[in-house]
């Protein structure tokens, strides 16, 4: 199931790797610097802002990162991602 801890955990992990400042992030996201905070303190999203940012995550997934655990892909996505591999257990919704 997707969710918000989801987007978190993709957030989390995309910032590890590329160091930049979670407001940078989540203004490429969301155009408001501050989305990403507020949902760290329970605010909410619409389906679309979700879907809308997770599309940007497998568009701008840093080369060679790993993608986090229990965070399923679409076969499709998976693919484009990682062209050649084989996915692990959960890897794939």
């Not at 590329?18 to 155009?31: A, I, N, P």
């Not at 701008?60 to 679409?74: H, R, T």
Request: glycine share 6%.
């Amino acid at each position: 199931m997707n969710e918000i801890s989801h987007l978190l955990a993709l957030a989390d992990a995309y910032l590890a790797v590329t160091h930049l400042k979670e407001v940078t992030l989540s203004h490429r996201l969301f155009g408001d610097s501050k989305k990403l905070t507020a949902m760290r303190d329970g605010a909410d999203i619409t389906v679309s802002r979700f879907n809308a940012a997770v599309a940007w995550f497998i568009s701008n997934w840093p080369e060679g990162a790993d993608w986090p655990d229990g965070i399923p892909l679409s076969p499709e996505a998976f693919d484009a991602m990682f062209p050649g591999r084989a996915p692990t257990a959960g890897e794939v919704a």
